[in-house]
Nanobody, 126 residues
Framework: QVQLVESGGGLVQPGRSLRVSCAAS????????VAWFRQAPGKEREAVSC????????VYADSVKGRFTISRDNAKNTVYLQMNSLKPKDTGLYYC???????????????????WGQGTQVNVSS
């Protein structure tokens, strides 16, 4: 059974850090491009970051550049999103998504990915 499971969300104060994880089972995640999306209440789901299967193929939304870092641990079949200097506007439900034969670029949207996790909630508030 192909499955993505996010974890690591929580409540954090502005300026602090949090790392969310996307663990895969049933398939090798290193064969897939993996993206993080987030959705705030009343807003559309937006792409945050994407990591491809080729070296250096990583993109970030302008709103998180310099603060967020996406990475893989192939031994753990997991992709991480390290989030630093968090802001209240980073609050949302964070989803990971995966698919094959995708080159990460700024034009990617949720329609490009077929496998999704259930999401992990991130709340940034004082």
């Amino acid at each position: 059974q192909v499955q993505l499971v996010e974890s690591g969300g929580g409540l954090v104060q502005p300026g602090r850090s949090l790392r969310v994880s996307c663990a895969a089972s049933g398939f090798r995640l290193d064969y897939y491009a993996v993206a993080w999306f987030r959705q705030a209440p009343g807003k559309e789901r937006e792409a945050v970051s994407c990591i491809g299967t080729t070296d250096g193929n990583i993109v970030y939304a302008d709103s998180v550049k310099g603060r967020f870092t996406i990475s893989r641990d192939n031994a753990k079949n997991t992709v991480y999103l390290q989030m630093n200097s968090l802001k209240p506007k980073d609050t949302g439900l964070y989803y990971c998504a995966a698919d094959m034969d995708i080159y990460c670029d700024a034009g990617l949207g949720q329609g490009d990915f077929r496998s999704w996790g259930q999401g992990t909630q991130v709340n940034v508030s004082s």
